[in-house]
Structures are given as structure tokens and as C-alpha cells.
T-cell receptor
Framework: SQQGEEDPQALSIQEGENATMNCSYK?????LQWYRQNSGRGLVHLIL?????REKHSGRLRVTLDTSKKSSSLLITASRAADTASYFC?????????FGQGTRLTINP | DAGVIQSPRHEVTEMGQEVTLRCKPI?????LFWYRQTMMRGLELLIY????????DSGMPEDRFSAKMPNASFSTLKIQPSEPRDSAVYFC????????????FGPGTRLLVL
């Protein structure tokens, strides 16, 4: 299956700490994307990394991609209470995105 | 831009009734996607359109589900007849060719079939 698998399923940390979420997949990809979903809301695109890229930054977000290991990680630095959400990796095939099950991140004040 | 608009936001209906979910994509976007999200199965792609034409409906669960896109600014997802197992949050998303394949999601329709 092309679906990404996130790890861990749930993560709870203190405000100010860094949060790392991982995504593994099984097939070749065009790109890999990370989305955030706040409770009761739609998904919001965070960052996209192409198959020929290894690392990308956006504000407090850092994404890495290792195509040899078929894995990606999302790092959120200096976490804030507002970062509490579910985070999904999405594998981009020809035209479709296939989403993983997500990591539920809780930031404790 | 108002973003992707979905209606209704919440729908409660009884088993056997017809349900119609509506979506207005972002203006200028030529791809439209319908997803279903449940705790058990996560986020599943049901169908997507390009330039109003259905391209891949392999995710549509069964014949009770149908989707149309009569024009570039409107799409519907219909369930007839509805069943309790159809209870889920249904999302519509759109994107534009030539962008970085980023999809923009609507707020979703929370459907409960009793």
C-alpha cells in the first residue's frame, strides 16, 4: 500500500519542548506532504518535500526525507499549546494523496 | 478567497434517507477531491475530479454513493439510501494544476445516520 504510517500514534509533551513525528511508506513517491488537523476542523497543509530533497524548513517546522529508508520526519521546535492537533503525512502518487492514520500531538502548558 | 466551502456542516438523518453533501471549491482550482474520515479507517479518498470530469472513483464504497460536478464551482456527494455505517466526516478539497500539489480542505460535513 502507498499509505504512510505515522509513529507514534500519540505524543504528549510539555510546552517549549520539541516534538518529532515519523512517517514510513512502502512505494516510490513524487513528494511527501505533512498536514495538520485541529479538532473538528479540516486539514491544513504544512509543508511539502520532494523526492529529490532531503530537508526542508518552514518557521518552527523541519521536515526530513530519506528515500533509501522510505521515511520522513516532522520536527516542531519550541512547541506551543496551539500546536495541539493531529498531524498527517500524505504520500503523493500520480494525482492522488494517500494519508496515514496520523499522530495526535498534545502540548501541555 | 473564502476557501473551500462545504454544506451542511452537520447532518443527522435516519437510515434509508437520501443525503446530499455540497462543495464549492476555491475559484480557479481544477481538481476536486472527496474524502471520508472515520476513526477506524482514517482519511479515505472517495473520488476526484479534474476539470469537472470524474477521474478516479475507485474509493467510492458502493453504488449507494454517487458524486457529480456539474460545473467548476460546485460538486455534490450523494448517499442513497444512507446507512449507519456511513456516519463519518466528509471532506472536500481542491487544488490547482501547476501548484505544488497542495490540497486545500473544506471544514467538512459531520454526518450521523441513525
Amino acid at each position: 500500500s502507498q499509505q504512510g504510517e505515522e509513529d507514534p500514534q500519540a505524543l504528549s509533551i510539555q510546552e517549549g519542548e520539541n516534538a518529532t513525528m515519523n512517517c514510513s511508506y512502502k512505494t516510490s513517491i513524487n513528494n511527501l506532504q505533512w498536514y495538520r488537523q485541529n479538532s473538528g476542523r479540516g486539514l491544513v497543509h504544512l509543508i511539502l518535500i520532494r523526492s529529490n530533497e532531503r530537508e526542508k524548513h518552514s518557521g518552527r517546522l523541519r521536515v526530513t526525507l530519506d528515500t533509501s529508508k522510505k521515511s520522513s520526519s516532522l520536527l516542531i521546535t519550541a512547541s506551543r499549546a496551539a500546536d495541539t492537533a493531529s498531524y498527517f503525512c500524505a504520500i503523493q502518487g500520480a494525482q492522488k494523496l494517500v494519508f496515514g492514520q496520523g499522530t495526535r500531538l498534545t502540548i501541555n502548558p | 478567497d473564502a476557501g473551500v466551502i462545504q454544506s451542511p456542516r452537520h447532518e443527522v438523518t435516519e437510515m434509508g434517507q437520501e443525503v446530499t453533501l455540497r462543495c464549492k471549491p476555491i475559484s480557479g482550482h481544477d481538481y476536486l477531491f472527496w474524502y471520508r474520515q472515520t476513526m477506524m479507517r482514517g482519511l479515505e479518498l472517495l473520488i476526484y475530479f479534474n476539470n469537472n470530469v470524474p477521474i478516479d472513483d475507485s474509493g467510492m464504497p458502493e453504488d449507494r454513493f454517487s458524486a457529480k460536478m456539474p460545473n467548476a464551482s460546485f460538486s455534490t456527494l450523494k448517499i442513497q439510501p444512507s446507512e449507519p455505517r456511513d456516519s463519518a466526516v466528509y471532506f472536500c478539497a481542491s487544488r490547482r494544476t501547476g501548484t505544488q500539489e497542495t490540497q486545500y480542505f473544506g471544514p467538512g460535513t459531520r454526518l450521523l445516520v441513525l
